[in-house]
Nanobody, 129 residues
Framework: QVQLVESGGGLVQAGGSLRLSCTSS????????MGWFRQTPGKEREFVGA????????DYADSVKGRFTISGDKAKNTIYLQMNSLKPEDTADYYC??????????????????????WGQGTRVTVSS
């Protein structure tokens, strides 16, 4: 069973920073493309960013581009979402997701919720104004 465990959420003032972590197994980290999504009550889950299986490619939603960065730590089987210059509209539950892909698609990025097979439990981020 695939387990994705998010952590790092919390309360921060506007303009501040937080780093979210998503820890998985070695198999998942090495053979899956991964992404971050967020959701607020009453709204659909929205794409935040993605990292390819190879780790060499990333993509971001326009709303976070230039402020958020995704990276990975192979030794810890963990990907991170570094969030800077946070705004109140970034307040949401943040979810990590994974989809296994073959090495043929090692650089492919996935931005749609339906493309992912596995999800973490979510971590809440609250940005106060």
């Amino acid at each position: 069973q695939v387990q994705l465990v998010e952590s790092g959420g919390g309360l921060v003032q506007a303009g501040g920073s937080l780093r979210l972590s998503c820890t998985s197994s070695a198999r998942t980290f090495n053979t899956a493309a991964m992404g971050w999504f967020r959701q607020t009550p009453g709204k659909e889950r929205e794409f935040v960013g993605a990292i390819s299986r190879s780790g060499g490619s990333t993509d971001y939603a326009d709303s976070v581009k230039g402020r958020f960065t995704i990276s990975g730590d192979k030794a810890k089987n963990t990907i991170y979402l570094q969030m800077n210059s946070l705004k109140p509209e970034d307040t949401a539950d943040y979810y990590c997701a994974a989809v296994y892909v073959t090495s043929l698609f090692g650089s492919t990025l996935f931005s749609r919720e339906a493309q992912y097979d596995y999800w973490g439990q979510g971590t809440r981020v609250t940005v106060s104004s």
